[in-house]
């Protein structure tokens, strides 16, 4: 009996956090790192719907969401979530979804279907990576790792929880530290007094010897 | 009289460097500000990931040449960028690195310049600083995002947005070829590109 209603808590525990993590709101990511629409489009239920900008292309299926919804693609300062990355490598792009409600302008945080994101770059690789970044400001390696063909990277993504980067390993600057940016004042310095005092005192012994 | 001249070598260069990039800062000015039209207004940019850059199509400048000013006032720099990261180039002004970017283009350009002179308090700099380079290409302002130093022989990791690096020698003080650099981070935070058409005119 005892056991039966510490798992019952249990359950009803983890039904309570599920209940809540689904019904929660959709952070604002304008707010969180991502200020800037990238591109937006009204999706229409039942009918599938493709966004595109710049190298990105997304894929709304028709059976997405249940009303009409605002779709906002934004974007951060790469900068900044360079800052973030792990040192070997570079953040090739960013973005977040802000999906309204038409009807009721309440964030969307979790669609019906996933959407496909699909970026297309000349240093996507093998070795590129898909990360979440959460509402703190970290950054997470996905856990579904993305699909790589040549040099374009897709990922289903099921909501707007959170936002995404795209990053590939870091590629050097040829040359950075060959600039000798310093003066070598020291040795010439030393040596000119050397070579002054050395003449000094060839000086000072020569007129001692001849006096 | 030979020991005078060698005691005295590395502060004629000094002075060398100081006279050069009066007359160096003299042409720039005259090169980025009275020879050509104000910058046109930045067209609208789509992406918001960084500012518009300068167009890679952009020519390379020929070794030596004035290729833009660096302004720094917190640091009270305004001097004249040579192309170029040679000897020749850094006894008189602050050089672009060939092999980099130019200031403005996607990637990350540096710009060197001696410790004992230009870049002597460089590592005051701190985020959230912002200065301005100006080239033929337009007005460009940079924000500091951080420091590394790096020894000779490592990388300097390349960037997907318009960056630009400061790099000196260090420690800042040595007296004396060190086998360390100091790079000031700084990301593009703000573009005015001149059009164009007055590029085309010049």
Not at chain 1, 22 to 32: E, M, R, V
Not at chain 1, 42 to 61: C, F, L, W
Not at chain 2, 5 to 18: E, H, K, M, R
Not at chain 2, 58 to 85: C, D, F, N, R, Y
Request: glycine share 6%; aromatic share 8%.
């Amino acid at each position: 009996m005892k056991r039966v209603s510490i798992l019952s808590l249990i359950a009803a525990f983890v039904m309570t956090m599920f209940a809540s993590f689904a019904s929660a709101a959709a952070p604002d990511f304008q707010k969180l790192g991502f200020p800037n629409v990238a591109v937006e489009k009204e999706i229409v239920p039942g009918q599938a719907a493709s966004i595109t900008y710049g190298s990105v292309r997304i894929d709304v299926p028709a059976d997405a969401f249940t009303a009409p919804v605002k779709f906002q693609v934004i974007e951060g300062a790469n900068a900044d979530f360079q800052a973030k990355a792990p040192a070997n490598e570079t953040v090739l792009m960013n973005f977040a979804f802000k999906v309204t409600d038409k009807a009721t302008n309440e964030l969307v945080a979790k669609f019906n279907k996933p959407v496909m994101f699909f970026y297309t770059d000349a240093k996507i690789t093998a070795n590129s990576k898909y990360y979440d970044t959460t509402v703190d400001g970290q950054m997470v390696v996905n856990k579904v790792p993305a699909k790589i063909e040549g040099t374009t990277l897709s990922h289903p993504i099921a909501g707007a929880g959170v936002g995404w980067a795209v990053t590939s390993p870091a590629a050097p600057v040829k040359n950075a530290t060959s600039p000798v940016a310093g003066i070598s004042a020291a040795p010439w310095v030393a040596g000119g007094s050397v070579m002054i005092i050395g003449a000094a005192a060839v000086w000072f012994a020569a007129r001692r010897r001849t006096a | 009289m030979l020991g005078t001249a060698v005691f005295l070598y590395p502060f004629l260069t000094i002075g060398y460097s100081n006279y050069m990039s009066d007359t160096l800062r003299e042409q720039a000015t005259a090169m980025v500000e009275n020879k050509q039209a104000p910058p046109t207004e930045t067209k609208p940019f789509s992406r918001g990931l960084y500012p518009e850059p300068v167009p890679s199509s952009v020519e390379k400048p020929t070794k030596g040449k004035v290729i833009g000013m660096l302004e720094i006032p917190s640091l009270q720099i305004k001097e004249a960028i040579l192309e170029g990261t040679d000897e020749p180039e850094l006894a008189k002004a602050p050089g672009h690195l060939p092999d980099s970017v130019l200031p403005g283009q996607l990637g990350k350009s540096i710009i060197a310049a001696h410790n004992a002179t230009t870049f002597r308090h460089i590592d005051r700099l701190q985020p959230g600083d912002t200065f301005t380079v100006r080239t033929e290409q337009g007005i460009f302002t940079f924000k500091v995002t951080g420091q590394r130093i790096l020894h000779v022989k490592d990388e300097l990791p390349d960037t997907a947005y318009p960056a630009l690096s400061l790099e000196t020698c260090y420690p800042l003080d040595a007296l004396y070829l060190t086998d360390q650099r100091l790079f000031v981070e700084t990301a593009l935070v703000k573009s005015e590109l001149k059009s164009e058409k007055v590029r085309k005119e010049r």
